[in-house]
């Protein structure tokens, strides 16, 4: 079953293409990383799919369906460094968000809430921190706090901007092992991750992206020299150029619905 | 003409050149509320000066001013460098508190029935008419040196604006610069304040920049731009204080400098809104040429030399009928088409341009298609929307990139391509 | 009974603003509320020419409007034109209440309003303007207006508790969850044009800004948990009401500006406070230079 495909994706930030026609599938069940060097668009794919950025043509399903149909069973972890950590907020009051939904927001949680978020702080190994100010934490508490809060949500899939940049060696394997842990049980974990290296160890699948696709699939197929020379080796200098002439000209980039 | 109008007039000028110049530098660092909290922390320095020394003059109360809003810097700096506090909250604690001192201080003076405290209300709202010779001296020199300082070290000044990093890794002394800079906001600071007031004083320091920025981002051109919008905004705003003069000045000033600045940003060739709207409305009609171009291009391919109606034209892609009757007129002047008996074709010149824009169509999907492995049902969109925006530049780089293709993806010749000898 | 009254209404003042200033100080959106005080004074005067009376509270609902407007426009400039955002609040709030200040010197035989009044209120004569029920008084108007606008602000508050909690904390992931975070930032806006728009007569533009802005930042420096700091927040405001009240007693001077003083007072010993405990924390070997971040 595919778990998320992208069709003919067009992003934009600040006028300029940012993501080019991107074409990909994922299976379910999968650790699935994002890759390509910086600027290559990964974070802009995943606020693409959560409906954060809108795309200026092509579309993302989850399970099939459009994100407004399942976004009870997506769960998105920001990166850290997009949140103020000094804001007033314990362990726990941070976990809880996980069981806000839309629908809610006004009544109180339930004690079942409560219980759901108490037991995914004690699978990431956070429960005697529950009370601690989350301005007291150290980088990979914090990104244990966000996973936390995600498992708290019981998706089927998570999407991560970047949960292993800047952690200490114990959290890392921490939360790598829980990610497993969500393999085994058949849940989705899709990834943009920062470090090649890494990524051959952690992941199944990888797409590889650089502004456009560059390959998807299984890692071994994808982490060829070939793909990664086209994926690092700079960008494409004629679509570079041609985004920026898109940028100058401030036009939409895609002509009115004609039918065509 | 009025002797003392003129003293006024050449003080509003110099006060207004002075902040609209600093404030460019201000805009572009960011910091312009920053700018705002230092103007209403300019008050209880003001009324400070006048409980000490009990004297309404410039002269007097320009250094209270000055140390008020030099602590007021150093105070925003101390909340967001000391604590957890935000810079924005921090620029609304300094603004508040000391203007409230200011107040307090105002209104005991008052109480305490000191000369006429109405004279200190003008530091409110500006009062330009109740500007003397004798303050104006203070403007004159002030103002000078803040130029001519400017001008001196205007290399620096930049190079720190733009890029503060880079000015500090090759060795200039960016704290020393960062604290002429503050000193000089400051000073034009508290120079304006007699004009416009502390309340509204921002305005002066955003406002012409703000509208400068969107003619111009050279340095030199908006700072000079800046000067003359302030300028034009002090004139009226003396004018206004001399037709009724129980008219603060500041607000006029401030009205009219917004009204310049939206202005600005609808009409300025390029960046503004309604040049803008014009590009849009002219791309959108050469795309509609060109649509027509490549449609008689494809008929033409299947059937040479032969006329086709307007049904035909319009039968794969959806044109709307006004722009369609526009564009066929329009080809038709240019000598692009021709027309016999309701139908058209393509004139040899006419022929040269369709050939263009489909061998760009072209062109582009094999890019797409051979460079991002797009697959072929995915690059005819994209290519839709490129074909009209690609320059002859990139069509020759397109060209050597590709190794000047005869086929497009799908097969088609691509028409025109001549390689190099 | 008079100085009850003045207190009374002042700590509400301090405690409205204060409350929401909370929201405000944690989206680092003070400036906007800054610039919502200032914006709404055409609003006000219009208000005012309308009702023809100084109380007269549906009316200022409408100035309340004005606010709103100031949202929107700054939201304009910045998103729509690509203005930068602190131009963009700036040109805003500075011509909005530059209208305002010309209508109320135009308009100032016809309208009970004048310039200083804008500035900082007219709080000492709260007293005089009552509320009567046949022939008992029951209370001056601004009072009541407070009172009000109290109900009103923890009403939202209460049953907002959860949407702006996350909607401040993570908007990103507030968004993944379906949530509309733009809906929530109208809605705080809105509130605030209100509170801003009711307090005016008492406290008039600036000082609003410091009881927005000044409680809060400290208990922002003193708590752990969002209901701490409110909590917080309205025991500062009460405070700055009352001392500030007997600190414009001693120096003859205006109460308005006196409380806000106060609260300026407050915060600055919460800081020194703060500062301390983290000197000890840390040691002796911190490197403590001011140096004024340049304009």
């Known amino acids: 079953m595919t778990s998320l495909e992208a069709h003919n994706l067009t992003v934009s930030y600040d006028r300029q293409p940012v993501l080019w026609n991107v074409d990909f599938e994922v299976p379910a069940g999968n650790l699935v990383g994002i890759i390509g060097p910086n600027g290559s668009g990964k974070t802009t794919l995943l606020k693409a799919a959560m409906g954060i950025l809108p795309a200026d043509s092509g579309y993302i399903r989850f399970f099939g369906k459009p994100i407004a149909e399942v976004r009870d069973r997506i769960s998105y972890v920001p990166q850290r460094q997009s949140v103020d950590w000094d804001f007033p907020a314990s362990v726990m009051d941070v976990c809880l968000m996980g069981r806000y939904r839309k629908g809610n927001l006004f009544g109180r949680l339930s004690q079942i809430d409560h219980e759901i978020a108490a037991e995914a702080l004690h699978r990431v190994g956070m429960s005697e921190f529950a009370r601690r100010q989350i301005s007291e934490l150290s980088g990979g508490q914090q990104q244990r706090v966000f996973i936390a809060r995600s498992l708290a949500q019981q998706a089927d899939m998570y999407l991560m901007d970047e949960p292993f940049a800047g952690i200490d060696a114990s959290s890392e394997e921490s939360i790598l092992a829980i990610l497993r842990e969500l393999k085994s049980a058949g849940k989705t974990v899709v990834m943009v991750h920062h470090d090649l290296h890494t990524a051959i160890e952690f992941f199944d699948w990888i797409v590889l992206l650089n502004t456009r696709l560059v390959a998807s699939g299984p890692k071994a197929e994808v982490l060829t020299e070939e793909n990664l020379r086209s994926a690092y080796g700079g960008k494409l200098t004629l679509l570079s150029r041609v985004a920026d002439l898109v940028k100058q000209q401030g036009f939409p980039l895609r002509e009115k619905s004609t039918g065509d | 003409m009025n002797a003392n109008l003129i003293w006024v007039l050449v003080g509003c000028i110099l006060i207004s050149t002075g902040a609209s110049v600093v404030g460019c530098f201000t805009f572009l660092r960011k910091r312009s509320l920053a700018g705002d909290a230092v103007a209403h922390a300019l008050l209880p320095g003001v009324a400070l000066s006048f409980m000490i020394f009990e004297e309404k003059s410039l002269w007097v109360l320009f250094p209270g001013a000055l140390l008020a809003g030099w602590f007021s810097l150093l105070s925003m700096e101390a909340i967001t460098r000391y604590s957890k506090i935000k810079s924005d909250t921090a620029i609304a604690i300094v603004l508040s508190v000391f203007f409230a001192a200011g107040v307090v201080l105002l209104t005991r003076i008052q109480a305490m029935g000191i000369g006429t405290q109405s004279g200190l209300d003008a530091f409110l709202f500006g009062k330009a008419a109740a500007m003397l010779p004798v303050d104006i001296y203070l403007f004159i020199i002030v103002d000078t040196l803040l130029l001519l300082v400017i001008w001196a070290w205007y290399p620096y000044f930049k190079l720190y604006t733009f890029d503060r990093a880079f000015a500090a890794s090759n060795g200039l002394p960016v704290r020393r610069i960062g604290f002429m800079l503050s000193t000089l906001t400051v000073v034009a600071i508290a120079m304006g304040i007699q004009a416009v007031g502390v309340v509204l004083m921002a305005a002066l320091v955003i406002t012409p920049a703000a509208a400068a920025r969107f003619y111009s981002r050279s340095l030199g051109r908006m700072i000079a731009l800046s000067a003359t919008i302030g300028a034009v905004g002090a004139v009226f705003g003396v004018w206004v204080s001399y037709m009724a003069p129980a008219m603060p000045t500041g607000p006029w000033i401030v009205v009219m400098l917004s009204f310049i600045a939206v202005g600005s940003f609808v009409f300025a060739p390029r960046r503004g809104l309604w040049s803008r709207y014009i590009r849009l409305r002219n791309y959108q009609l050469k795309v509609t040429d060109e649509n027509i171009l490549k449609r008689l291009f494809h008929l033409q391919e299947c059937l040479p030399g032969a006329f086709h109606s307007t049904f035909e034209i319009a039968e794969v892609r959806s044109f709307e009928a006004l722009p369609m009757q526009r564009s066929l007129a329009k080809l038709l002047q240019n000598k692009a088409i021709e027309k016999s008996t309701g139908s058209y074709r393509l004139t040899p010149e006419g022929m040269v341009s369709a050939a263009r824009v489909v061998r760009l169509h072209r062109l582009w999907e094999l890019y797409l298609n051979k460079r991002m492995n797009l697959p072929l049902d995915h690059v005819h969109h994209d290519a839709e929307t490129i074909e009209h925006i690609i320059t002859p530049e990139l069509e020759e780089a397109l060209l050597k990139d590709l190794n000047y293709p005869l086929y497009d993806p799908h097969k088609s010749v691509i028409p025109g391509v001549m390689p190099p000898i | ?295």
């Open chain 3, 1 to 295: 009974m008079n100085d009850f009254w003045i207190i009374l209404t002042g700590a509400l003042v301090a405690i409205n603003c204060g409350l929401l200033g909370v929201y405000l100080v944690l989206r680092k959106m003070t400036l906007i509320g800054d610039a919502i005080s200032h914006a709404v004074l055409p609003g006000i005067v219009l208000a005012y020419l309308v009702a023809q009376s100084r109380s007269g509270p549906v009316v200022l609902l409408g100035a309340a409007v004005f606010g709103l407007i100031t949202t929107f426009l700054i939201e304009l400039f910045h998103k729509k034109l690509k203005l930068q955002a602190d131009a963009s609040i700036g040109i805003t709030f500075t011509w909005l209440f530059a209208v305002g200040v010309i209508m109320v010197s135009a308009l100032s035989g016809n309208v009970d309003l004048d310039q200083d009044c804008v500035l900082y209120g007219e709080i000492a004569y709260v007293p005089f303007d009552l509320i009567y029920i046949g022939e008992k008084s029951v209370g001056p108007v601004a009072l009541w207006m407070q009172g009000g606008n109290l109900l009103a602000t923890a009403v939202l508050i209460f049953w907002g508790y959860r949407g702006f909690f996350i909607s401040s904390f993570d908007p990103g992931y507030a968004s993944g969850l379906g949530i509309r975070t733009g809906v929530w930032h109208y809605v705080l806006m809105g509130m605030v044009s209100l509170t801003v728009v009711m307090s005016f007569n008492a406290v008039g533009a600036i000082l609003v800004v410091a009881f927005l802005a000044v409680p809060p930042a400290a208990a922002y420096l003193l708590t752990k948990s969002l209901h701490t700091m409110m909590a917080v927040t309205v025991a500062f405001g009460v405070i700055s009401a009352a001392g500030g009240f007997y600190l414009a007693q001693w120096l003859n001077a205006s109460i308005s500006g006196s409380m806000a003083v106060m609260a300026g007072l407050l915060f600055l010993s919460v800081f020194l406070f703060s500062l301390l405990k983290r000197y000890f924390r840390k040691g002796k070997n911190s490197q403590y230079h001011l140096d004024p971040k340049p304009l």
